[in-house]
């Protein structure tokens, strides 16, 4: 199971994915209480070994500013939601969010492409962020669809093997579901990657 810790903004958030076995880190961009400058991203990348996933999360970036940032900050891949600028797949691998709400029925529209599809829940207006589950049935709609999934929303140490049951998604990526306080916790971040990988955590 593919693993993503997202919103890691401290060396000792990096740290803990790291050391748990995380498969990636997310740097946010975007418009978040999660986000990071590009300077301060750099220095958090650098920490991170090659083995492990540099994954920069946008909105609706222009090309110029997508262009800039993969030339300050050594990302592996870029999470794209909103408009997709022209040209982004020469830049680097992607996924691309699409957002589910509580109704069993999947997104209006072709499915996009990139690396995967990363599926996060749509509350009202609110896009990704509301700590809620996504429909799981039509998650799995999308998997037997023959689609790389990395699925979030809402995900913790308790419901993320319960969540992969249910998906069997490709991925998973946590933001909320491994904080305390509004700050990433160690502890949590251990126990939700070894659960999702499958490991009992005492």
């Known amino acids: 199971m593919w693993v993503k810790v997202c919103g890691c903004r401290t060396d000792d958030g990096i740290e803990a994915a790291v050391s748990a076995g995380a498969d990636a ?5 975007a418009e978040s209480r999660r986000s990071v400058a590009p300077q301060a991203a750099r220095a958090l990348a650098r920490r991170v070994p090659s083995n492990v ?6 909105h609706s970036p222009t090309p110029d500013f ?3 940032l993969v030339e300050q900050v050594p990302l592996d891949l870029v999470q794209l939601s ?15 969010t699409v957002y589910i709400g509580a109704e069993d029925r999947l997104p209006r529209g072709r499915l996009p492409q990139g690396f995967a599809l990363h599926i996060d829940r749509r509350h009202g207006q609110r896009l990704g962020g509301t700590g809620e589950r996504v429909n799981a049935g039509a998650a ?3 998997v037997a ?3 790389r999934v990395v699925l979030a929303g809402g995900l913790s140490a308790e419901n993320v093997q319960q969540a992969i049951r249910e998906v069997a998604p490709f991925g998973v990526d946590v933001a909320s579901g491994v904080e305390v306080a509004g700050e990433q916790d160690p502890d949590a ?5 070894r659960a ?3 490991v009992h955590v005492q």
């Open 145 to 147: 669809a023959g689609r």
């Open 53 to 58: 996933a540099v994954v920069g999360v946008v």
């Open 196 to 198: 999702a990988k499958g």
């Open 189 to 193: 971040i251990f126990r939700f990657v």
């Open 25 to 29: 880190i997310g740097l946010i961009f």
């Open 82 to 96: 909103g408009t997709m600028p022209h040209g982004v797949a020469q830049l680097v691998p992607y996924l691309r």
């Open 66 to 68: 997508l262009r800039e």
């Open 140 to 142: 799995r709609r999308i």
